[in-house]
């Protein structure tokens, strides 16, 4: 016998026994549950309801305690994941609705998605805080992500001639920002407040009938 031949046999047994598994179907299900389980009951819990707990969470979701803890070994854990999927979720929700709906129905769309995530976001402030404050999260990434995708539907309303061209991403995210942390994400005042917002953003007749479009300045 080739020992050459034996000792690669043995080397790709032991190659694959050592490789990491990947997760079960049953386990992802499990670990969306949890994450979206969670999600609602730290928006719930920003709106005045009652304190997202982690027992609380996993009997949302339908599993056991023990299940929440195998896929987040504490409530950092929960929350960073938490955190992470939303942010996606925004950032993915643009180019959707962009290439869905009319420009300012998404626009609209997209603000009130965001908002949701605002809320949530608030719900974990304290959590989140450590995070940032230990370099786990940055809050400049964020940021920059929410404005590249806010960005894609303000262009596309200044492609089609409805929103105005000249208005900065980062500028109407800060505008966002402030009638969610004031008014809070779902109060009274914040429809009223996100309408100022849009009519800002629009584009308006000229006096003569036409329609004025500012200079295109960077989105």
């Known amino acids: 016998m080739d020992d050459r031949n034996t000792h690669t046999g043995g080397a790709s047994a032991l190659a694959a026994a050592s490789a990491p598994r990947a997760p079960r179907a049953d386990a992802l299900r499990n670990r969306a549950k949890l994450v979206d389980a969670a999600r609602a009951a730290?928006?719930?819990?920003?709106?005045g309801g009652p304190?997202?707990?982690?027992?609380?969470?996993?009997?949302?979701?339908?599993?056991?305690?023990?299940?929440?803890?195998r896929?987040?070994?504490?409530?950092?854990?929960?929350?960073?994941?938490?955190?992470?999927?939303?942010?996606?979720?925004?950032?993915?929700?643009?180019?959707?609705?962009?290439?869905?709906?009319?420009?300012?129905?998404?626009?609209?769309?997209?603000?009130?998605?965001?908002?949701d995530f605002v809320a949530a976001k608030r719900g974990?402030?304290?959590?989140?805080?450590?995070?940032?404050?230990?370099?786990?999260?940055?809050?400049s990434t964020t940021r920059a992500r929410v404005s590249e995708?806010?960005?894609?539907?303000?262009?596309?309303?200044?492609?089609?001639?409805?929103l105005r061209a000249d208005v900065r991403a980062d500028d109407v995210t800060a505008l966002l920002l402030g009638v969610f942390l004031s008014a809070g994400p779902h109060g009274e005042q914040t429809p009223r407040l996100l309408d100022l917002v849009l009519d800002a953003l629009r584009t308006h007749p000229s006096p003569s009938g036409g329609t004025s479009r500012p200079k295109a300045g960077g989105v």
């Open 42 to 47: 730290f928006a719930a819990a920003s709106r």
């Open 51 to 69: 304190e997202a707990t982690l027992e609380g969470i996993a009997k949302a979701a339908g599993v056991g305690i023990g299940t929440l803890y």
């Open 71 to 115: 896929h987040f070994p504490d409530r950092d854990a929960l929350v960073e994941a938490v955190y992470a999927a939303e942010l996606d979720a925004i950032v993915e929700a643009a180019a959707g609705l962009a290439a869905s709906e009319p420009p300012e129905e998404a626009l609209r769309a997209w603000i009130g998605r965001y908002g």
């Open 124 to 139: 974990m402030a304290d959590t989140l805080r450590s995070a940032f404050h230990a370099g786990r999260l940055a809050p």
């Open 149 to 162: 995708a806010l960005g894609l539907l303000l262009d596309a309303g200044a492609k089609a001639g409805v």
